[in-house]
């Protein structure tokens, strides 16, 4: 049986894209395992042999496309894209919710149970990460490279001082600050 695992990074963060990927395993790769119980150092090494031993999709979806058309829609977009490039007999998507797309199966915690979503969060982790690390220059005010876009004190902080960057979820509400959606 064909299994196509399927996993995201960058749903949570207020700034950066949103990154999906879907792994169909042709060999077995050791030391697989939720992305973020892996260090930075192994998901790097990980990440190239996954490329090597598997067939592969990964989709990402841009911070104004997901203020425009919503979360809901980008991992509906996403998911879609992997099912139709990929052929498989069982497509699983971690966590507990299909996003309107049928075939898929969904596992909560699948990344840390399924070796095929194991690899396909660190395919996603990994290509978010060096995104938002590649834009860090960029955007000089914002602490990309350290929080990648996710909600946390510096981020909070570089935000009140430096007001919103182009690459910001502008739609995202922040109670840290306070505020309804800016868009």
């Given at each position: ?8 990074a ?8 949103l990154?999906?990927?879907?792994v ?6 050791n ?17 190239d042999?996954?490329?090597q031993?598997?067939?592969f ?12 058309k919503?979360l ?24 507990n ?12 915690k ?10 396909a969060?660190i395919?996603?982790k990994?290509t ?5 690390k590649s ?5 000089p005010?914002y ?19 430096f ?15 306070n ?5």
């Amino acid at each position: 049986m064909v299994i196509c695992g399927i996993d995201e990074a960058g749903r949570g963060p207020i700034a950066g894209p949103l990154v999906m990927a879907g792994v169909i395993l042709k060999e077995n790769i050791n030391g697989l395992r939720d992305s973020k119980k892996l260090t930075e150092k192994k998901r790097e090494l990980l990440f190239d042999e996954i490329k090597q031993k598997s067939l592969f999709k990964i989709v990402e979806v841009d911070n104004k496309t997901i203020d425009e058309k919503g979360l809901s829609w980008s991992i509906n977009y996403c998911l879609n894209e992997i099912v139709n490039s990929l052929k498989a007999d069982k497509y699983i998507f971690d966590g507990n919710s299909k996003f309107g797309v049928e075939v898929l199966e969904t596992m909560v915690k699948g990344d840390d149970k399924v070796t095929e979503i194991s690899a396909a969060s660190i395919l996603a982790k990994v290509t978010r990460d060096r995104f938002m690390k590649s834009i860090a220059s960029k955007y000089p005010n914002y602490s990309f490279a350290k929080h990648k876009g996710y909600i946390t004190k510096q981020h909070i902080s570089e935000i009140i001082e430096f007001g919103y960057s182009d690459i910001h979820r502008k739609s995202y509400k922040l109670k840290a600050l306070n505020q309804k959606t800016l868009f």
